[in-house]
């Protein structure tokens, strides 16, 4: 996809916007182009989702497993949506549940072997995708980038309700 055939959220603001304004807009607009590409290589390489790898990549930091409700938390989603994707990845042999001895209710979700298996092929993958779609950048920007954007967050962690 060439950036010309891009259409630019920040542009239709116009110039005399406010400077911030055009640089949220940059920002939202670079992490949905890296966000589709990922998307669509998942897919067609692994026949996968982005949601799926997401959980799969909580679960591998996490090797005795996590428990639905603290996988819906660190995703960010609804426990329905977990519960959809952990039913898949179980079908497939990917992922276990197992039972919380303290309660009945409760189900801890971890890798399988071969989940775990899938998941390091998928995130070796993933991460020279990564490499590769922000190759137009050179260490020295990608380092003061990261820099600038880490006082961004470091200042939103400070100022946004929790």
Do not use: C
């Given at each position: 996809m060439q950036a010309g055939n891009v259409v630019?959220?920040?542009?239709?603001?116009?110039?005399?916007?406010?400077?911030?304004?055009?640089?949220?807009?940059?920002?939202?607009?670079?992490?949905n182009l890296?966000?589709?590409?990922?998307?669509?290589?998942?897919?067609?390489?692994?026949?996968?989702?982005?949601?799926?790898?997401?959980?799969?990549?909580?679960?591998?930091?996490?090797p005795k497993g996590l428990k639905m409700n603290e996988i819906s938390k660190r995703l960010m989603v609804t426990g329905g949506n977990?519960?959809?994707?952990?039913?898949?990845?179980?079908?497939?042999?990917?992922?276990?549940?197992?039972?919380?001895p303290n309660d009945r209710r409760a189900f801890s979700v971890r890798l399988t072997p071969t989940g775990r298996a899938r998941f390091n092929e998928m995130a070796r993958a993933h991460e020279q995708w990564v490499v590769e779609l922000l190759g137009g950048l050179g260490l020295d920007d990608?380092?003061?980038?990261?820099?600038?954007?880490?006082?961004?967050?470091?200042?939103?962690?400070?100022t946004v309700e929790r």
């Amino acid at each position: 996809m060439q950036a010309g055939n891009v259409v630019d959220m920040e542009l239709r603001t116009g110039a005399q916007r406010h400077m911030s304004l055009r640089l949220w807009l940059r920002l939202l607009t670079t992490a949905n182009l890296v966000q589709t590409e990922l998307r669509r290589r998942l897919r067609t390489q692994f026949d996968t989702t982005l949601p799926r790898f997401d959980l799969m990549a909580q679960l591998e930091r996490h090797p005795k497993g996590l428990k639905m409700n603290e996988i819906s938390k660190r995703l960010m989603v609804t426990g329905g949506n977990v519960t959809g994707i952990t039913d898949q990845l179980e079908n497939e042999g990917l992922v276990a549940r197992d039972a919380d001895p303290n309660d009945r209710r409760a189900f801890s979700v971890r890798l399988t072997p071969t989940g775990r298996a899938r998941f390091n092929e998928m995130a070796r993958a993933h991460e020279q995708w990564v490499v590769e779609l922000l190759g137009g950048l050179g260490l020295d920007d990608k380092s003061k980038m990261y820099q600038r954007l880490g006082k961004l967050k470091a200042h939103l962690l400070d100022t946004v309700e929790r």
